[in-house]
């Protein structure tokens, strides 16, 4: 368990256990293919490729159709340098700013040119190896032989475990020469679990009862309890969020109606979660609860799940709306089929995709089942109510269009001395039916931000252009995928989200079940949640995927099912102490020889100074509210979430970026984080609730340090940790201290790695 050191704690930023390195092969890779191949292959191959050559009209030496070419340069020295922004022409060029500006016919748009900035400063991840050839299409029987296409089969569970998540972790230890290490202690265990599944920590009462209880199912009845918590909903539901761009706005904000009712669609997914919504339901709710003949009766219930692509991405029409559109379906596609599918359709906008059997016309049968569909609000009251409420709408609106024109006809020179009289007569009675019609008028029904309609379907955009329509691309789905349904004009949303929540698509179980399994270790299964293709990794322990995926859906497809099994394993219990000799084998914990340490993301992080310092406001749902209120005290899955301008704590602290589905986070550790612990006004105010909570429990400073622990870690101070503590406490205040010293150290407690952090 960590400790507290006063000191270090309050002077120094926060040291955890270094952040696994990132793996950006593959997101590298997958940028490449969106958004530069495509801009290169549009505007550039024509006269930079080795066809250009073929044909006498290569330009100025350079090549830009393989990686090769690229970084060689032209006549004019090196295109570009992987890493430096200024290095090489290619971006001079694209800026307009060198003496050669390209494309010659016109500027890019900024944001393209942006994406190629992008690129380069990564490192210019790029995998054309040798000149491009014609394509020959894809093999889609192959494909199917690929493992994640493979439908998922129950295989046997190795001997000697009473779990079948510990049979196969331990079979593959054993495989690679590692023995776990002991099991944790209950304080460990209870906060860890507490954590996991609730975004708080336990209690000081759950965590002795705990202690207690002897019983053999003692941690199994704590796990019970916080899956029955209504807290377990709006942990679990923030996670989701992440995978469906959850914003209550739009990054470009000119001309966008803005989504006043987003908050019911992250209702409805706590709401989801907290009943156990079987998930393929959940998902087809979320697709197509519109048309589901079996949907729950409750409007809320069935319509809220919508604002998955209900709150999705729009953009301003009046000007290359086209294009618009087009960015628009393409969200759509790669936020459904990244999200519940877990692969990159997406890449398959201009192109066949390179590396995964989805040809450019399995996307747009995707894309034209949503051509032309409508981003509206559903209400969720009775029809007879919603329809009195849009005439009154109407009848209002009639009254005023008349009264504005009488008002235009009293102005002098308008009309005729005697036709102002009528117009007077006139703006007075529609004043009046006005007033009397808002009087009357029902209260506006609620409503939720909703994808409706099905699309008519559409043509295959040339090089994912729309001004350069190719051949018809029935709706339907991935061809690699069963369908019950043949592709055609009558396919529907309701087809495509009984085809993602079949049991017999071998993904959809599979990638939730990698996604539940890394939200808890950290790492998944598959470390690449929302890519099982071929740039995604491969599973560690794919025997055991494929028993979770095949009994998860068994078992009703309940995620609470999954959570049991997961947590009540010899696995998930395991301490997170390192050990030397399997250090050297497996540092980076792949084969869950060992607990995983792990830092708390901002929502339970901020979630739990609130607690601890008896601030938290337990309301659950409603209308968000602003994080930048210092006094705000509601948990923070309630918070507003903008595209437009994410909030500067959010930021800090690795919140992703709401513009795209997010399978997992990274974890940075800088100095401003410290910062913020040590001289945000929100910091302070829980500093000084939770000493003054402290001292009223406690007749000695003794006393009120050991229970600040139980409050703040879940157990009884050392003794040396006391002492120091006593020390502290002791020292004068300087004149300019704006905090008392039990205030300052309940500070250093709040900031501390223990609190930050969960083992």
């Known amino acids: 368990m960590l400790r507290t050191a006063l000191v270090v704690a309050l002077l120094a930023p926060s040291v955890g256990t270094a952040a696994e390195p990132p793996a950006p092969d593959a997101k590298a890779l997958e940028f490449f293919e969106n958004k530069i191949r495509p801009v290169l292959v549009e505007h550039c191959y024509k006269c930079h490729s080795e066809e250009a050559a073929k044909d006498k009209k290569l330009k100025g030496g350079l090549k830009l159709d393989t990686k090769a070419g690229l970084l060689k340069g032209g006549d004019t020295g090196a295109a570009m340098v992987p ?49 491009v050839v014609k394509p020959v299409g894809i093999d889609i029987e192959k494909g199917k032989q690929f493992w994640s296409f493979v439908a998922p089969k129950e295989p046997p569970v190795p001997n000697g475990a009473q779990s079948a998540i510990d049979a196969f972790v331990r079979a593959k230890l054993a495989e690679k020469g590692l023995k776990p290490v002991a099991r944790a202690d209950k304080r460990t265990l209870i906060r860890r679990a507490a954590y996991d599944l609730t975004g708080l920590p336990p209690s000081p009462e759950a965590v002795e009862a705990f202690l207690k209880d002897e019983s053999p199912d003692a941690f199994a009845k704590v796990i019970d309890a916080l899956l029955a918590s209504p807290q377990y909903g709006e942990k679990w539901a923030r996670h989701w969020l992440d995978v469906a761009r959850y914003a209550e706005d739009q990054a470009h904000t000119f001309g966008v109606k803005p989504k006043t009712q987003a908050w019911r669609y992250r209702d409805w997914v706590i709401a989801a979660l907290n009943a156990d919504m079987s998930y393929d339901t959940f998902v087809k709710l979320q697709i197509a609860g519109d048309m589901m003949p079996d949907a729950p009766a409750d409007p809320f219930t069935k319509l809220a799940g919508l604002g998955y692509l209900g709150l999705g991405a729009e953009y301003y029409k009046n000007t290359a709306a086209a294009q618009a559109i087009a960015e628009e379906l393409d969200d759509r596609v790669d936020t459904l089929t990244r999200g519940f599918l877990g692969v990159t359709v997406s890449c398959a906008r201009c192109h066949d995709h390179k590396f995964d059997p989805f040809p450019t016309k399995d996307y747009y049968a995707i894309a034209g089942i949503y051509m032309g569909t409508n981003m509206s609000d559903a209400p969720l009251a009775p029809p007879g109510q919603a329809r009195a409420y849009a005439d009154a709408q109407a009848a209002l609106k009639k009254a005023t269009d008349r009264l504005t024109k009488a008002n235009n006809d009293l102005k002098p020179n308008a009309v005729g001395f005697f036709a102002r009289g009528g117009a007077a007569f006139v703006a007075k009675t529609l004043t009046d039916t006005a007033a009397q019609i808002r009087k009357d008028m029902p209260p506006a029904p609620a409503v939720v931000h909703v994808v409706s309609g099905n699309g008519p379907g559409m043509k295959v ?163 968000t509210f602003d994080l930048r209120d210092a006094n705000a005290k509601r948990r923070t899955v309630y918070a507003k979430v903008s595209r437009h301008e994410l909030n500067g704590l959010l930021r800090l602290f690795d919140f992703p970026d709401a513009n795209v589905t997010a399978d997992k986070r990274v974890v940075t550790t800088v100095p401003q984080q410290q910062l913020f612990a040590l001289n945000s006004e929100f910091m302070i105010g829980q500093a000084q609730a939770f000493a003054k909570r402290v001292e009223a429990l406690g007749a000695t400073d003794e006393e009120r340090i050991a229970v600040a622990y139980r409050i703040a870690y879940g157990r009884a101070p050392e ?41």
């Open 719 to 759: 003794k040396a940790e006391v002492d120091l503590a006593v020390r502290f406490l002791k020292l004068p205040t300087k004149p300019d201290d704006k905090l008392t010293r039990w205030q300052q150290y309940a500070q250093v407690l709040l900031a501390s790695n223990e609190l930050m952090y969960v083992d």
């Open 83 to 131: 890493g430096k922004l200024d290095a090489g022409t290619l971006l001079k060029s694209l800026k307009y700013e060198g003496e050669v500006q390209m494309p010659p016919k016109g500027k890019l748009p900024d944001a393209v040119v942006k994406d190629f900035e992008k690129w380069i400063a990564d490192g210019a991840a790029d995998p054309r190896t040798a000149v």
């Open 461 to 623: 955009y040339i090089r994912g252009n729309p001004a350069t329509p190719g051949e018809a691309a029935p709706k339907g789905f991935l061809q690699v995928l069963p369908s019950a349904k043949q592709p055609g004009s009558d396919y529907t949303r309701l087809d495509l989200a009984n085809a993602i929540a079949s049991k017999d698509n071998p993904l959809t179980a599979r990638v939730i079940v990698n996604r539940a399994w890394a939200w808890h270790f950290g790492r998944g299964l598959v470390n690449t949640p929302s890519n099982f293709g071929a740039l995604g990794d491969r599973p560690t322990h794919p025997e055991l995927l494929d028993w979770l995926a095949v009994n998860f859906m068994k078992n009703g497809w309940s995620l609470k099912w999954l959570h049991r099994q997961i947590m009540l394993s010899g696995t998930y219990q395991l301490e997170s102490k390192p050990d030397a000799d399997n250090d050297k084998i497996d540092a980076a914990n792949v084969y869950l020889w060992r607990g995983q340490r792990k830092r708390l993301e901002i929502e339970d992080w901020r979630d739990s100074l609130l607690a601890v310092s008896g601030n938290l406001d337990t309301k659950s749902g409603g209308p």
